[in-house]
Structures are given as C-alpha cells and as structure tokens.
C-alpha cells in the first residue's frame, strides 16, 4: 500500500535532489563494460540507491514521497543519456532502463510501502540509537534492486544470445557481483552519512567509485588489447596461406552461438572463443599446407600433431592453459567418450564440430552438404548434442536473414 506525498519541499531539500539529479547524469556518462559484455553505471546506480534511502523531509515534516524521488532519478537517467548521445553519437537505453526499474524499486519499497503501519524510512525515526539495524535494512532493499537490475539485464541478454535465462542470471552475478555489493555499500553510506555531513556525503562516498571506474576501466583496456592479440595472433595461418580467410573468426563465431545455446558460463565462453581463434596455430609448423587448410580432411594422426604443436605453443604464454587443453582434444572423436569414458571438454568437441562445418561448407554458403557430411559422423567423429545444437543455431541465422540474402 503507498502512502501520501509531500506537500512540499524545502530549499535545502531541493538543492539536496539537484545535487542527486547532476551526479546521477554524470554517472550514466561514465559507463563501463563488464565481462558479460554489457555496459554499466556504476557511479549512477550508486547515487541513485542514496537518494531512494536519504532521510529528505518535505515542509510538513513527513518523509519526500518515492514519486519525488523516482522522479528525481528518471530526469537524472535521461539527461544523462542525452550528455552521452552528444559526447558519442550513440547512447544505448536499455541497461538505463533496467537500472532506473532498480533504483525505482528500492525507492517505493523504503519509501512507500507499509511495515506495521509505517513505512522503512519512517520505522527508522524510531530506531535513532540503532543506526546498524537502519544498515542493514538500506542493505537488503539494496541487494533486492541489484537482482531486479541483474536480472532484467540477464533476461535481455539471454532473449538476443538464446541463452538459457537461469544461466544468464548466473552470469550475471557471477561477474557483476562484486561491484554491485559496492554499489549497494556505497549507497547505504551515502544516506546514512547524510545524517551527519548532510550532501556532502554524496561526493565523499562516490570518490571511492571514482577510483574503481577507472581501475576497472583500465582492466576492461587490458582484456581488450588481449582478445585483439589473440585475434592477431589467430590471423597468422591466414596471412601464411595455411587456411581460408578469416576461416579462425568463423569457427569462434560458430563455436560461441553453440556454446551459449548449450548454456555454457560466460568464462567458459571466454575460453572457448580464445580456443577456437587458435585452433589451427598447429599448422604453421606443417612442411606442406593442407589444401585450402581444411584440417577435417587431413589424416587422423596429422590432425592430432596440429592439434598438439597448436596446444604447445599456447602453453609457451603461461596464462592460457585452460584453452590449450582444449585446444589438445580438438580432434579427439567422440567415440572415445562413447565407447571408453574419456573425459573429453565439450568446448573441445564444439570447436570439433564448428571446424568440420566451415571446412565443409560449399564457397557459394550453403551447409546443407556440410550438415550432410557432419551427420555421417554423428556418435562416432561428433557429439550429437553439439550437431543438434549447431542445427538449431543455423536455423535461427536463416530465420532472422533478410529475405533473399
């Protein structure tokens, strides 16, 4: 049940929101992308969880209403939104929109919903020498509008990638988990300073978030600059003449849209693409190309020692085991999973598969000959779940292609 508003606002009070409203837009300016490969506010989430929990008072003494607040935020959001589309040209509005649907949420349920007669925001009146029990409430609401944000973001995202949605979800607070605990901190310590530094705890309290959207942002730089040299890196094999042009980008692309339909993790996405970009560095110690470097053709015991000297020179790094063993079992088949239990990787088998369909694709684009060759080898060279996977996957590229391509 939401209670009546405030009949108005002081000049303090209304300072106080503007001075919310500017750091909420400047925050939604400094985005950052996490692991997921979404973009975040985190400085705007941050001041928008403050204001939901600040203790403002309207003229009759009754706590701002969480329309005023919400309000307050929204206008915040949007301006924000605008400063960014004139700074870069593009500004996307969805994680915005997730974010507000958060903040909104913590508002009315501090602000306006009814515990025992009163609201969260004005049971705390009661509790004046219990400041930690006021903590821990800001807190719990706090953690309940991160998971309406993570998991609107994971629904989006589970819908454009056709992912599994619980997976998703577990991607998401597997990788934003951490920041958003800092975002729920750093709001409850904005308002719960606020009752003895006044507005001044909101510049304090964001200052720390200052300092993590840059270290954040230079750790976002570096696995940038990580996945470009592993892309140069796949591109050697090209530019030497080993394989067809960009035949590396299409088996990633293949092997990632099957690993996401097959619900892997983001990290074992992450390790997959990496696997894939690489899977055919073994050649360059080959004497002789393999015609048009399609290793699906080449003899059993060839395949292993490109799959093997591909794995060697990945371990040379030191911080890419995971995909050289995955890179070693490429071309195991799937028999010896079948028949003998071998503990082989499925992104192993997925880079299998992905490998044998661009390798066996016709020039001209179609796979119906290469799904045909794939299927002579289902349970015994490939994983049936894996080909009915990349069935699906194809299927759904053909569906949203525009008609006649």
């Known amino acids: 049940m939401s209670r009546g508003g405030a009949t108005g606002l002081t000049g303090d009070v209304a300072l106080e929101l503007v001075l919310f409203l500017v750091a909420i837009a400047l925050g939604e300016t400094a985005r950052l992308t996490i692991l ?3 973009a975040t506010a985190p400085m705007s989430t941050a001041a928008a969880l403050g204001l939901s929990f600040t203790a403002l008072t309207s003229t009759d003494g009754r706590p701002v209403d969480a329309s005023v607040v919400v309000a307050t935020i929204s206008i915040g959001m949007a301006l924000g ?84 949605l619980l997976r998703s979800i577990v991607d ?31 510049p304090l309290f964001l200052f720390p978030l200052v300092l993590t959207y840059f270290a954040v942002q230079r750790y976002a730089t570096i696995r940038t600059t990580y996945r470009q040299t592993i892309g140069a890196l796949s591109s050697l094999t090209d530019r030497a003449g080993y394989t067809r042009t960009q035949h590396a980008e299409r088996v990633a692309d293949i092997a990632v849209a099957v690993g ?38 080449a003899a059993p015991a060839d395949q292993q020692r490109i799959a093997h000297d591909g794995a060697e020179i990945v371990r040379t790094t030191g911080v890419l085991d995971n995909v050289a063993e995955i890179l070693e079992a490429q071309t195991t088949p799937y028999r010896q999973v079948r028949e ?38 289902l349970g015994y060279e490939y994983d049936p779940r894996v080909v009915d996977s990349l069935t699906r996957v194809l299927e759904r590229r053909r569906r949203s292609a525009p008609s006649g391509s």
């Open 260 to 297: 996401r339909d097959m619900g892997m993790g983001q990290r074992e996405l992450t390790d997959l693409e990496y696997a894939a970009l690489l899977h055919d560095l073994g050649q360059v110690a080959l004497r002789e190309p393999i015609p048009r470097g399609a290793t699906v053709m």
């Open 340 to 377: 003998f239990g071998q503990n082989l990787p499925m992104s192993s088998r997925i880079i299998k598969v992905a490998n044998a369909y661009d390798d066996l694709q016709d020039p001209g684009g179609d796979n119906r000959r290469a799904m045909e060759r794939i299927h002579l080898g």
């Open 172 to 202: 998401e607070v597997r990788s934003s988990g951490g920041l958003a605990t800092a975002l729920v901190t750093s709001g409850a310590l904005i308002a719960l300073a606020d009752f003895a530094v006044g507005v001044a705890a909101l």
């Open 81 to 164: 939104l605008l400063l960014l589309r004139l700074a870069t040209g593009s500004a996307h509005w969805g994680g915005t929109a997730a974010r507000l649907l958060a903040a909104a949420t913590a508002a009315v349920v501090y602000r306006s919903v009814d515990f025992g007669g009163r609201t969260l925001i004005e049971w705390q009146d009661r509790w004046p020498g219990d400041r930690w029990l006021v903590a821990v409430l800001m807190l719990t609401v706090g953690t309940l509008a991160m998971l309406v944000d993570l998991t609107l973001e994971a629904a989006v995202r589970a819908g454009r990638d056709h992912a599994p």
């Open 36 to 38: 997921t490969g979404r």
